[in-house]
């Protein structure tokens, strides 16, 4: 019997540490919940009050300042009227028509070719001299040192005598050295023909040439056209 009350003390009073320590614990579990459930709290507030600002301040209206410009004025003066300028009467112009002689002047066109020819243009003329003399204005300057190395001097034109009778002459003439040996052409015939010089030599620098020309007959002039001189060059 008294054993059977050791065991009930006992029992009772392990059941009264249980007891304690399980109201302990939940007690400590009911604290830390609740701490949880403000921390929660706080922080969704905390939140929800950040978004409401951010939504607020981008829903702000944009102000814009607008600056009315005034008006222009509109000038309600009158225009001038057409009777407000004064007119003038103009005398008649009188016109004077001035007649004026127009003297052409041939131009010297010098051509070279691809094969290294070079024609100079004289002109043209004609002589009843039974004499070599200067044909007028059939004159050209030739500078040996532009035409560099030179190969050969030719003096070309078409050349006639009228009606083919007698016989006519042309040459090329320099005032230092006379008639240019080698450049003398002739003809007896009535059509033109191309007359073609030897090949001769012109003194070095630049020097004037002129073309002079002679007939048999004197009745019959003697006629050279287009008239040049051709430079071949080495």
Known sequence: MLSKLKYQTLFDKMFK????????????IGIAILA???????FINYWMIR???????????????????????IDDSPSPSASSFSTSTTPAETKVVETKTVVEKQTQTIVQTAQKEIFIPVGSGSTKSNSFVDLAGLQVSVDTTKYSPIDSVIFEGSIRVEGGNGKMY????QKDVG???GSQISTSSAAGVLGSSSSFLL???NRVYTVQAKTDLVEFPAYVDSARVKITLK
Do not use: C, H, W
């Not at 540490?17 to 400590?28: A, P, R």
């Not at 949880?36 to 706080?42: E, F, P, R």
């Open 203 to 205: 003194p070095t620098g």
């Open 170 to 173: 042309a040459r090329l003439y």
């Open 36 to 42: 949880l459930s403000l921390a929660d709290l706080v």
């Open 51 to 73: 978004n409401s600002r951010t939504e607020t301040s981008s829903q702000r209206p944009v102000e814009t300042d607008i600056v009315s410009s005034p008006s222009p004025d």
């Open 179 to 181: 008639g240019v040996i």
């Open 17 to 28: 540490v249980d007891k304690s320590f399980f109201s302990g614990m939940l007690t400590k």
